[in-house]
């Protein structure tokens, strides 16, 4: 993570000699600063980026495909859903693997974030059916985040028994790590809910321990928050062996701080 801002720290100082690049150069100058900006969070940048690259653009190049789905990535994430449906149609016509998969998943994501959950779930399943394997976990999340809106217990109980069926072997980049914390969030809360703490605990101590491989410390703080009010709010004290469990979790997320920061 480290290594990304700075070399989009790198990159802003560029770009105030961007003009002295030729088209072709400044067009994918452009579009790996939109990705550079969508992978350390800085999306409204990632989308700005983007445009400015598509409107130099001429040709159709993986590239241009991947900054694309970046800038609706970004969207998404900003919670501004209306342009993606506009631009998935542009999206769509361009011919790499890839572009197919996460179309459709797209459709489904913004489904589901606008509530018509009668249409995201059927559309969201069906992508599980279709997708690739590394790809799975994203689908999962988006199911449980809506199941556990409708306290779907049921449904819930049934994804996690074949999480084998899904959680990635190999997790080695910033978007599989936070894909692997935010579903061990979701697994963590339906076991609170359910009263299984002993369950919770070490699904949030996952969580947090995948978020702190990113240096993720917005999600860390949200989830040690999140975990402590489940115990508050059950009226259940936290004994010492759990507190040893949080704390050795606490100290696996300082390592990893303090050796990104070397």
Known sequence: ???????????????????????????VFYFRM??????????????EFCKAGLALETAETELTARAFLAMINSYLLTGNYDPIESLLPDYESFGYDFVEESAKFTRAIVKAKKGEYDQAIPMLKKCLEEISKPARIHVINE???IYLKMDDFTSITELIEAEDQFLPFHV??????????????????YQFRAGKFDEGLTSYLN????????????????SMSDLLSYFTLHKK???????????????????YKNNCEV
């Open 34 to 47: 939109a990705l550079h900006a969508h992978n350390t969070k800085r999306y409204k940048q990632c989308i």
């Open 1 to 27: 993570m480290k290594r990304l801002e700075e070399s989009f720290r790198i990159g802003e100082e560029i770009i105030h000699y961007a003009g002295f690049l030729s088209r072709e150069e400044q067009i």
């Open 237 to 255: 004290g936290i004994d010492l062996k759990s507190i040893q469990r949080i704390k050795e979790v606490y100290d696996e997320v300082m390592i």
């Open 207 to 222: 969580s947090i321990r995948s978020y702190g491989k990113i240096r993720a410390y917005e999600e860390i703080t949200a």
């Open 172 to 189: 080695n980049t910033p978007y599989k790590h936070a894909s692997l914390g935010e579903y061990y969030k979701y697994k963590g809360t």
């Open 143 to 145: 199911l449980l985040e």
